[in-house]
């Protein structure tokens, strides 16, 4: 008999016991008498058996893989977000020997994920139920891109509100003070963090807030485009705008260009993401770096911890970066 053909059904008959008894003898079970886990181990040598990995896991109730839930919402993928998250979770899944498995979600659905040795969820939108579920279940679970302060949870995020601040406080620098802001789903905790940088940074520079200089969309690149047609159309159109993605920031200056007017000569512009096509629009972008990767990496770390028995939790919201590049300049006050 060939070692790749060997099966516990093969050793159980070989030692004379049931598959139930080689099992708990392969998991370790301490209800195995001496006796027959000598005979077991002395078969399983002599077979050259190799116990499957799957299998073994799925005995303990548990499997090696953990479940990566997405938020489905409208513009989801339109992001730079997205892509970064899922690229940084999979590759130190695969380095840690993880299997991943993704599921997106509209917060309305049961998750079937009791057998995964761990849940990452990607933000908290509309499915803080099963968030709840998770920790009620006991499995080990934490939370990306969103701080959940009242559950007793790990959360790896990003420091939005200081990275908004940051930029808004760089165009009042420069002498703008006509300053916009193009906010992305406000369902989303990102984004509305965004939105509260935007203002702290007016408030605590004196700016007035100006209603209509604040609009809304679901981080599109035609919501963008709508955004950014409004804003010029105004009778006193903005000198800056702060927008909550790099996506819809270039949309924002094609739309400015396609109007006559010139970046960063009659308009300043900023982003968020540091998304590498920044680099080569028609005028490279002014950006918050956001550590995406950083943020997965780390997520899927402290999951680990957590699946291997650590009990004290993180909060965690890792700093972000000016990158300054051509879409600003400095204006006469």
């Given at each position: 008999?060939?070692a790749?053909?060997?099966?516990i059904?093969?050793v159980a008959?070989a030692?004379?016991?049931s598959?139930a008894?080689?099992s708990?003898?392969?998991n370790?079970a301490?209800?195995v008498?001496?006796a027959n886990?000598?005979k077991?181990?002395?078969?399983?040598r002599?077979l050259?058996?190799?116990?499957?990995?799957?299998?073994q896991a799925l005995?303990?109730?548990?499997?090696?893989?953990?479940?990566?839930i997405i938020?489905?919402?409208?513009g989801?993928?339109?992001s730079?977000?997205?892509l970064?998250?899922i690229?940084g979770?999979?590759?130190l899944?695969?380095?840690?020997k993880?299997?991943?498995?993704?599921?997106?979600t509209?917060?309305?659905?049961?998750l079937?994920a009791?057998?995964?040795?761990g849940?990452?969820?990607?933000?908290?939108?509309?499915n803080?139920?099963?968030?709840?579920?998770?920790?009620?279940?006991?499995?080990?679970t934490?939370?990306v891109?969103?701080l959940?302060?009242?559950?007793?949870?790990?959360?790896?995020?990003?420091?939005?509100?200081?990275?908004a601040?940051?930029?808004v406080?760089y165009?009042?620098s420069?002498?703008?003070r006509?300053?916009?802001?193009?906010a992305?789903?406000l369902?989303?905790?990102?984004?509305?963090?965004?939105l509260?940088?935007?203002?702290q940074?007016?408030?605590?520079?004196?700016l007035?807030e100006?209603a209509e200089?604040?609009?809304?969309t679901?981080?599109?690149?035609?919501q963008a485009?709508q955004?950014t047609e409004?804003l010029l159309s105004?009778n006193?159109?903005p000198?800056?705008?702060f927008?909550?993605?790099?996506?819809?920031?270039?949309e924002a200056?094609t739309?400015?260009?396609?109007?006559?007017?010139?970046?960063?000569?009659d308009?300043s512009?900023i982003g968020?993401?540091?998304?590498?096509?920044?680099?080569y629009g028609?005028?490279s972008?002014?950006?918050?770096?956001?550590?995406?990767?950083?943020m997965?990496e780390?997520g899927?770390?402290?999951l680990?911890?957590l699946?291997?028995?650590?009990k004290?939790?993180r909060?965690?919201a890792?700093?972000?970066?000016?990158?300054?590049?051509?879409?600003?300049?400095?204006?006469?006050q």
């Open positions: 008999m060939s790749r053909t060997i099966s059904v093969d008959k030692a004379g016991v598959i008894t080689v708990r003898v392969i370790k301490p209800t008498n001496n886990r000598k077991i181990e002395e078969v399983i002599k050259k058996f190799t116990p499957s990995p799957s299998a005995a303990r109730g548990r499997t090696n893989a953990v479940a990566l938020p489905r919402y409208e989801i993928f339109y730079f977000y997205a970064e998250l690229r979770i999979g590759t899944c695969d380095c840690l993880l299997d991943l498995l993704l599921h997106l509209d917060g309305r659905d049961v079937n009791k057998s995964a040795a849940i990452i969820f990607a933000d908290i939108i509309t803080r139920a099963q968030l709840e579920w998770a920790l009620k279940e006991n499995i080990p934490v939370v891109n969103n959940v302060e009242d559950l007793d949870v790990s959360c790896i995020a990003i420091d939005n509100l200081r990275g601040f940051d930029a406080n165009f009042i420069l002498g703008h006509r300053i916009a802001h193009i992305g789903d369902i989303s905790q990102a984004a509305s963090m965004r509260a940088g935007y203002r940074a007016l408030a605590e520079n004196k007035k100006i200089y604040i609009v809304r679901n981080y599109s690149r035609g485009r955004a409004k105004l006193a159109p000198t800056a705008i927008i909550a993605s790099d996506t819809m920031a270039l200056i739309v400015i260009m396609e109007k006559g007017k010139k970046v960063p000569e308009i512009v968020f993401d540091d998304n590498p096509a920044s680099l028609a005028v972008l002014t950006t918050v770096r956001q550590p995406l990767i950083k997965a780390e899927i770390k402290e680990d911890s699946i291997k028995g650590k004290d939790l909060k965690v890792l700093p972000t970066e000016l990158v300054v590049r051509d879409s600003c300049r400095a204006i006469k």
